[in-house]
């Protein structure tokens, strides 16, 4: 009972008020009380990761799963973690495993995506993000990571599509205007180029990039004043 009155304590520093330490003091002493306590050493290992103690936070997940092997959180979170420390084939373990657990978990299809590109199996990168497209059609960093993928394989079209699809969901995110502008400039489509590089800066003027990049389209186009101006950004 007091466990519990620790962990629930701990649960509302870490998501009501934002106090990592805190919840993880809480988390701590309802280990101590029950040290079988699977869902502390889920709450102590997120309160480590938020506090950038990646080790502690990886040894925590690892317990709570000894002692709750169906926990889908535990998993998830340690993939998480594996992924910030490019430790992929550890991450896209544990996606796995969380997916197994849940089918349905967008999150983790999206993330074991990040994990098989970094792994060079883009094929099946491609594959767990139409999946997360499939259970969320609004999911514009599914699509801009797919697009991204698409780009590496050369499949140009399908990239320009999956950019456009994020424009039409996040009209600033301003990324998927510069990766679609890149693939008209390499497609000697110089208007088209032009007109995603000007997005780019109008949503970021310091886009220093887009600015060279559209000058060479201005070169291209034999339209040597606009080039040089966009040169000497």
Request: glycine share 6%.
């Amino acid at each position: 009972q007091y466990a519990q009155a620790y962990y629930m304590r701990g649960v509302t520093y870490f998501y009501r008020v934002n106090q990592g330490d805190r919840a993880l003091q809480d988390f701590t002493k309802a280990i101590e009380i029950n040290p079988q306590y699977a869902d502390a050493y889920l709450g102590r290992g997120n309160s480590y990761g938020r506090l950038n103690q990646v080790n502690q936070a990886i040894q925590d997940y690892t317990k709570a799963i000894e002692m709750n092997p169906q926990s889908v959180g535990a998993y998830y979170n340690r993939g998480a973690i594996y992924g910030n420390l490019n430790q992929w084939n550890q991450a896209m373990q544990d996606f796995t495993k969380a997916i197994e657990l849940n089918p349905q978990l967008v999150k983790a299809y999206y993330n074991r995506g990040i994990a098989y590109g970094n792994l060079n199996q883009l094929e099946r990168a491609i594959q767990d993000y139409t999946k997360a497209i499939e259970l969320n059609p609004e999911y514009a960093e599914a699509y801009y990571n797919r697009g991204n993928t698409y780009s590496n394989l050369n499949q140009l079209e399908r990239a320009i599509r999956d950019y456009t699809k994020v424009i039409e969901i996040k009209p600033g995110f301003v990324e998927a205007y510069y990766n679609r502008g890149n693939i008209y400039l390499n497609l000697n489509q110089w208007e088209r180029a032009i007109q995603n590089y000007k997005k780019v800066i109008e949503l970021n003027p310091q886009y220093a990039k887009a600015y060279n990049n559209c000058g060479i389209a201005y070169e291209k186009l034999n339209q040597n004043e606009k080039a040089i101006e966009s040169y000497q950004f």
